[in-house]
């Protein structure tokens, strides 16, 4: 999609420290790191939301979990844990309408339900 910060992401034209990519899906280290460890794990795919989701993306949408996986393995913290997150819509502070899911991690994290 032209307008979409995260589609430039994942095609080079605006630069990030990009820490996996492959046909399917970028991986990215967050600008404005909440964590020693902030990655955002994306689909090459324009997909604005979950609430865009179909059918035909499901493997993809494995494919995002199975990265998080090794790149958290690459960045030192498969063990000592990390959080998943993927914010959807205004009220979760969806800032960007590229579906993202943030892995956190590298040190402990307050629950996130208090
Ligand atoms: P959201 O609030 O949409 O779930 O998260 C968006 C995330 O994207 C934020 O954590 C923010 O710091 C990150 N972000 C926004 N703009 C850029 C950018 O230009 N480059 C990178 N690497 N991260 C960005
Ligand atoms: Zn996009």
Same mark, same amino acid.
């Given at each position: 999609?032209?307008?979409?910060? !995260?589609? /430039?992401?994942?095609? =080079?034209?605006? %630069?990030?420290?990009?820490? !996996? ?11 404005? %790191?909440?964590? #020693? ?5 994306? %689909?090459?795919? *324009? @997909? #604005? ?6 059918? &035909?993306?499901?493997?993809? !949408? =494995? ?6 996986? +090794?790149?958290?393995? +690459?960045? =030192? @913290? ?11 819509? #205004?009220?979760? $502070?969806?800032?960007?309408? *590229?579906? *993202?899911? *943030?892995?956190?991690? &590298? &040190?402990?994290? /307050? $629950? %996130?339900? &208090?």
């Amino acid at each position: 999609m032209a307008d979409c910060l !995260f589609c /430039k992401i994942a095609s =080079g034209e605006i %630069p990030s420290e990009i820490v !996996f990519q492959d046909d399917q899906v970028t991986v990215f280290k967050d600008i404005n %790191p909440a964590a #020693p460890v902030h990655l955002l794990v994306i %689909p090459n795919k *324009h @997909i #604005p939301s979950i609430q865009e989701m179909e059918e &035909g993306d499901v493997e993809l !949408f =494995g494919r995002l979990f199975l990265t998080a996986k +090794q790149v958290a393995q +690459q960045a =030192g @913290i498969a063990d000592s844990g990390y959080r998943l997150i993927v914010n959807n819509g #205004p009220d979760a $502070h969806q800032e960007v309408l *590229h579906v *993202h899911m *943030h892995i956190l991690g &590298g &040190g402990a994290m /307050k $629950h %996130p339900m &208090g």
